[in-house]
């Protein structure tokens, strides 16, 4: 199985600043990875898959880079409504697996 | 709209079976696998398998082998998940999700499985 390194865990930040989250897989994934967001009660959402494809609506403050086994998403101007939890997932090979999750609040 | 909805709250005993359902409208259900996912409380997102609206194939997670089962009804676009030997860790919103070419693009709302004494 693929193991989803993700960090940090928590991050503290403020509206308009610019934080990054990084996730590394155990192997070479090809850019089979997606990011998604989660709000408290609610089901994920998905921001970007490909690693770097932003899926539809979603605003481009939100980007990702990466390869191999190394991935990041970056969001950029912080916004209110973008302080959540965020998790990676690789769809390289089943058990796609998720990352920990980082959760992403105020400072 | 592509749309995902579950059906409701489940309370079970522990060693009891659920059966949760997931029925989907708006995109063509062959052409999508349908994936569960589960988070327990204050957790994070656990994947569970996967199964074909195409064939019904599945993937099951090797941890959930053996009690786990997805089917899909084609006839009435429904998925569902049935998990047996239910323990008190199997409490978690559980969630389907359509897997396309990539990822998990469009999710149902969640269903809360409690299993309690």
């Known amino acids: 199985d693929i193991q989803m390194t993700q960090s940090p865990s928590s991050l503290s930040a403020s509206v308009g600043d610019r934080v990054t989250i990084t996730c590394r897989a155990s192997?070479?994934?090809?850019?089979?990875l997606a990011w998604y967001q989660q709000k408290p009660g609610k089901a994920p959402k998905l921001l970007l898959y490909?690693?770097?494809r932003l899926e539809s609506g979603v605003p481009s403050r939100f980007s990702g880079s990466g390869s191999g086994t190394d991935y990041s998403l970056t969001i950029s101007n912080l916004q209110p409504e973008d302080f959540a939890a965020y998790y990676c997932?690789?769809?390289?090979?089943?058990?796609?697996?998720f990352g920990q999750g980082t959760k992403l609040e105020i400072k | 709209q592509v749309q995902l909805v579950q059906s409701g709250a489940e309370v079970k005993k522990p060693g009891a079976s659920v059966k949760v359902s997931c029925t989907a409208s708006?995109?063509?259900?062959?052409?999508?696998?349908i994936s569960w996912v589960r988070q327990a409380p204050g957790q994070g997102l656990e994947w569970m398998g996967l199964i074909s609206g195409y064939n019904g194939n599945t993937h099951y997670a090797e941890k959930l082998q053996g009690r786990l089962t997805m089917t899909t009804d084609t006839a009435t676009r429904t998925a569902y998940m049935e998990l047996r030997s239910l323990r008190s860790d199997d409490t978690a919103v559980y969630y389907c999700?359509?897997?396309?070419?990539?990822?998990?693009?469009?999710w149902g709302q969640g269903t809360l499985v409690t299993v309690s004494s």
């Open positions: 997932q690789q769809y390289y090979s089943a058990p796609f697996t």
């Open positions: 490909a690693a770097s």
């Open positions: 999700a359509r897997k396309g070419l990539n990822t998990f693009d469009y």
């Open positions: 192997q070479g994934i090809s850019n089979s």
């Open positions: 708006g995109y063509m259900f062959s052409s999508y696998g």
